[in-house]
């Protein structure tokens, strides 16, 4: 089946710095990527859709300049928090969709294996 | 109104009872629905799409019902390692060209020994 990776999957970090999460399709073509976050005990909040080749489309409340996505290439989505503060500290989660193997409806969204940032 | 709202349980159920989940999504041009599994700090795993004449997998049947806008999981003889919580997946905008997958909260779910 089709298979995501995500690193890295544990990052500890101090208030003020950047930090990277590299998202991969390992064996399909994602042409959309997907990041989500989610705080304990919470559902998954959708931050931002990511499209290879142009601009992310973020969800409302998301800042664009605070988390920057790039998608640069069909298998590898990053998403950088940028000056992380102890709020931004959560699960962060990406996926994609394999729609040239799936059809286009019913096309279900696989995970990568999240990534626990805590700022300090 | 929530577009996607599943009630939070959790739900303590004995081992090989059975139980039900329902969601209830609110944008009714949505197509694709799905079912996830995410254990405790872990990634949510695909369960079963759900499809509009329902689907069976295993001990698992889900459901769709475009009438009262629901979709809902059933699970049959519970076994202690059904124990996880359970999201329901609603894409709104599937039909459009554009996917935006949307979660619920989620359905706790505890099988007791």
């Known amino acids: 089946g089709a298979v995501v990776s995500q690193h890295p999957s544990r990052v500890i970090c101090k208030s003020g710095t950047s930090v990277k999460i590299e998202c991969r399709s390992l064996d399909f073509q994602a042409t959309t990527m997907f990041w989500y976050r989610q705080f304990p005990k919470k559902s998954l909040m959708l931050m931002a859709t990511s499209n290879e080749g142009s601009k992310a489309t973020y969800e409302q409340g998301v800042e664009k300049d605070k988390f920057l996505i790039n998608h640069a290439s069909l298998t590898l989505s990053t998403l950088t928090v ?8 959560s699960f962060y989660i990406c996926s994609a969709r394999d729609g040239d193997r799936e059809s286009s409806y019913n096309s279900p969204l696989h995970f990568g294996n999240g990534t626990r940032l805590t700022v300090t | ?24 999504y609110s944008n009714s041009a949505s197509q694709s629905f799905f079912w996830y599994r995410q254990d ?36 049959r003889d519970s076994k202690l390692s059904d124990s996880a919580t359970y999201l329901c ?12 997958y949307i979660f619920g909260t989620g359905t706790r779910l505890k099988v007791l020994a």
Not at chain 2, 42 to 54: A, F, H, I, Q
Not at chain 2, 89 to 100: A, M
């Open chain 1, 82 to 89: 940028t000056s992380a503060h102890p709020e931004d500290s």
């Open chain 2, 89 to 100: 997946v609603v894409d709104p905008e599937g039909h459009s060209g554009t996917y935006k």
């Open chain 2, 1 to 24: 109104r929530k577009e996607v709202e599943q009630d939070p349980g959790p739900f303590n159920v004995p081992e090989g009872a059975t139980v039900a989940f329902n969601c209830t």
């Open chain 2, 40 to 75: 405790c700090r872990k990634e949510p795993k695909l369960l079963m799409s759900v499809y509009s004449s329902g689907n069976e997998d295993g001990r698992f049947t889900a459901q769709l019902n475009r009438a009262s806008q629901y979709i809902s999981l059933l699970i």
